[in-house]
């Protein structure tokens, strides 16, 4: 037994830590193994156990003003990482949107990839509050599968995206996550005001979440299906393609159920 556990420490150790990307090894979060893992741990007991069973009994706090807030800012963030993603492909005009490498350098443009993958973690963090606020709202009927799996995962893909692949080929899921995002909280902010064109406007929403992902389907599927050398890990393309065929897969699932039938619940 000491020696199946030396060997999996071994294991852990060779790829978290000396495989590990050099240039992001002092940044906050990156530089451990167990600080994301606990802070996703921490997401769902207090999601899925102890946020629920603490509300029991209690009455739902009163959080509207604080979440207007929190969606202006999210708006925002968003809106400038999409922004910045933009700048950084416009003065690149050589840039590969099919079939992109990562760039390891330490040249101002590697560094600028890694940025924008640390600074896109970074908002994947601040999206657990959305959960948080439905558990203390006493809505748990929000609190979905497809909700809680998309942002636990999200979190941990582009926690080992800055470990491994700061950029190239994963680079897009980035510009299309934070366009959607962006609009996203803008609905959510208009809604709790009961905007009706919030209201209409959802469906929407909805249609372009899918959009998103089945383009990255097509953009990390093609050069796995395909065996296709971008200079960009392989495990990372079937990574990306089996994610976005599940999370297409719920989000399918989601519009029949809320459109189909007439019914409109609030997006996860």
């Not at 150790?13 to 451990?32: G, K, M, Q, T, Y």
């Not at 994301?36 to 009163?62: C, H, Q, S, T, W």
């Not at 909700?147 to 994963?170: K, N, Q, S």
Request: glycine letters at 6%.
């Amino acid at each position: 037994m000491a020696q199946v556990l030396q060997k999996l420490y071994q294991g852990f150790n060779f790829l978290l830590v000396e495989r590990h990307d050099a240039r992001s090894r002092d940044l906050p979060l990156i530089d451990s193994t167990w600080q994301v893992p606990a802070i996703i741990a921490l997401y769902l007991i207090a999601v899925l156990k102890v946020g629920p069973r603490f509300m029991e009994n209690r009455k739902p706090y009163d959080l509207k003003n604080v979440i207007r807030l929190y969606n202006i800012a999210q708006v925002v963030l968003n809106s400038a990482f999409f922004l910045a993603e933009i700048y950084c492909l416009w003065i690149r005009p050589n840039f590969n949107y099919v079939c992109q490498p990562v760039d390891f350098s330490a040249t101002n443009r590697g560094y600028e990839e890694l940025a924008l993958s640390y600074a896109y973690f970074l908002l994947k963090i601040l999206d657990l509050a959305d959960t948080l606020f439905f558990v203390l709202r006493k809505k748990q009927s929000h609190v979905s599968f497809l909700h809680v799996y998309h942002h636990a995962i999200m979190v941990a893909m582009t926690y080992l995206g800055v470990l491994f692949v700061p950029g190239g080929h994963i680079y897009l899921l980035g510009l299309w996550n934070t366009l959607v995002h962006a609009v996203m909280y803008f609905y959510y902010y208009l809604a709790s005001y009961g905007s009706q064109w919030a209201a209409r406007f959802k469906v929407y929403l909805t249609r372009m979440q899918l959009v998103q992902f089945v383009h990255l389907g097509i953009h990390f599927g093609r050069p796995a299906l395909q065996a296709i050398d971008c200079g960009f890990p392989m495990i990372w393309h079937w990574i990306g393609f089996g994610q976005a065929l599940l999370i297409l897969g719920m989000f399918v699932d989601f519009y029949i159920k809320s459109y189909g039938g007439g019914k409109h619940k609030k997006l996860a």
